[in-house]
């Protein structure tokens, strides 16, 4: 299925400082990279010369924490953005579904926001500015969330798919942010799952995750779970082939391991996609 005319890149991996001589030495079999957007909003540097290293032989995907959606757009970010994505020529950018300050201070986390008619129509107008100024598609990240609000009037899968839906966009499917919310919130994954519109979804999420005091916390610092496996399973098998990464942020392990990691994704991709 041809999503915005994002190809399918096969599966892929963070682009994380522990790798970054490994990579650009000895460039090894990866499908492709996904980098961090604030991390190389930079005017020089070691950061930039990784990345245009990097650039030289695989595709890279850029994906932001910092755009607030939720919030007010800072429009120097925006245009670090756009800069950003057309350097490394990004098959397409993303950020959340999500608040994380103000112009005055700044979380550094991904807060949750109400799900709300009035904070829809806040975010289909900046997700719209956002992909106008880009030259390649823009997507959002459904979240990892602890509480909910009373003020919400739709679930999170009918707001994500509404706002992707009014603002033209694509959606960023985290199937670990699904599971670790659907844990901490009693409702089905796989209830959520077959609400995404699969003619949205331009790339897909793997991670790990810790249990802390009952809840579930996404703290990608492991490998992926046998439930998330599960999910990634019956989700290709529903939607077909769609890019896919393997999060792995923290303690983060020696490049075999994660390259591992990928493979099984990679081969759970193609079962479940028939061949």
Not at 121 to 137: F, N, Q, T, W, Y
Not at 253 to 273: F, G, H, T
Request: hydrophobic share 40%; charged share 25%; net charge negative.
């Amino acid at each position: 299925m041809s999503r915005f005319g994002v190809p399918d890149l096969g599966v892929g991996v963070g682009y994380r400082v522990p790798h970054y001589g490994h990579v650009v030495d000895h460039s090894p079999p990866m499908d492709w990279f996904e980098i961090l957007s604030e991390n190389f909003m930079v005017e020089g540097g070691s950061p930039l010369h990784h990345l245009d290293r990097l650039t030289e032989h695989y595709p890279v995907v850029l994906h932001g924490v910092s755009m607030s959606l939720g919030g007010e757009e800072d429009e120097e970010h925006t245009r670090r953005v756009v800069a950003l994505a057309d350097r490394v020529d990004a098959r397409w950018v993303s950020d959340h579904v999500c608040f994380t300050g103000t112009a005055d201070a700044n979380s550094h986390d991904l807060l949750p926001v109400p799900y709300t008619p009035e904070l829809l129509d806040h975010m289909v107008e900046r997700c719209k500015r956002i992909s106008g100024a880009l030259d390649r598609p823009f997507a959002v990240e459904n979240p990892s969330s602890y509480l909910s609000f009373h003020a919400s009037t739709m679930s999170e899968v009918e707001f994500v798919a509404t706002l992707c839906e009014r603002a033209d966009i694509g959606w960023m499917l985290d199937v670990n942010n699904v599971f670790v919310s659907a844990c901490n919130h009693g409702f089905s994954a796989e209830e959520y799952l077959d609400l995404v519109p699969a003619d949205r979804v331009i790339q897909i999420h793997l991670a790990g995750h810790s249990i802390r005091d009952g809840y579930r916390l996404d703290t990608h610092d492991g490998p992926v779970c046998d439930e998330v496996w599960a999910l990634f399973r019956r989700t290709i098998a529903r939607m077909g082939s769609v890019p896919t990464l393997i999060e792995w942020d923290a303690e983060i392990p020696e490049w075999d391991r994660l390259a591992a990691e990928a493979a099984r994704a990679r081969e759970i991709r193609a079962e479940a996609a028939g061949g």
